[in-house]
């Protein structure tokens, strides 16, 4: 894989099985995978990522957002933490067994906190504009670059991404970039992130 990342987002629309389905064909091309299903319980995601672990999606593939608790015990490649996240919780010992931490972040501030407090990357976003987040202006690539140059874990990039936008986004400094409807929506998923991983200059299967 090349150092520059891609990570698609569940949309929390899609049945498992159906996640299942798409995410066994993409899984190869992307860093991860994350379980975001914001509408189920931590006893409903841990049955589901189990789920998509069983049906051969590989466990460093898959990130689980909002429950350390279930990277943990699944081990699973990394987990992504809210904005909202209580600072202890990533210097927490939960947190320390858990191969990569991910916090979402919205400030340059928030992000020297978490990356003082032990975060692996942060994302963050959005930054072009998203139906996800209607009614809040985007932050843009001028303050991407600037939170870029604040800190020294990976920022990778959310909100709005295209495939025509991804080198403005890797220009401004991001490690990488998060997918949500640019995947879920595309009536080939494969094909969307086959056009992403293009633009991203890492095509090879790993
Ligand atoms: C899950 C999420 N978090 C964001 C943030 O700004 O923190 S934006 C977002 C959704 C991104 O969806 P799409 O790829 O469809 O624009």
């Known amino acids: 894989m090349s150092e520059k990342e891609l990570h698609v987002i569940s949309d929390g629309k899609l049945s498992w099985s159906a996640l299942a389905t798409i995410a066994l064909q993409i899984y190869p091309y992307v860093t991860a995978i994350h379980i975001r299903e914001k509408m189920k319980s931590l006893d409903e995601v841990f049955i589901g990522v189990q789920y998509l672990l069983e049906q051969g999606i590989p466990a460093k593939r898959v990130y689980v957002n909002g429950f350390p608790s279930i990277a943990l015990a699944l081990q699973t490649g990394g987990v992504q933490l809210p ?24 400030h340059a501030d928030e992000a020297k906190w978490r990356e003082k407090e032990g975060a692996d990357y942060v994302m963050f976003g959005h930054i072009f504009a998203t139906n996800s ?11 991407l670059r600037q939170l870029v140059n604040e800190i020294n874990i990976p920022v990778i990039a959310i909100g709005g991404m295209t495939p025509a936008r991804v080198q403005s986004v890797l220009d401004a400094g991001a ?11 595309a009536a080939d998923p494969l094909g969307a992130v086959l056009a992403y991983q293009d633009e991203l200059r890492q095509i090879e299967v790993s």
């Open 83 to 106: 904005g909202t996240t209580p600072s202890l919780v990533i210097q927490d010992e939960l947190c320390r067994g858990i191969q990569r931490i991910g916090v979402s972040v919205h």
């Open 133 to 143: 987040k209607q009614g809040v202006p985007p932050r843009g690539l001028e303050q």
């Open 175 to 185: 490690s990488g970039i998060a997918v949500m409807s640019g995947i879920w929506d």
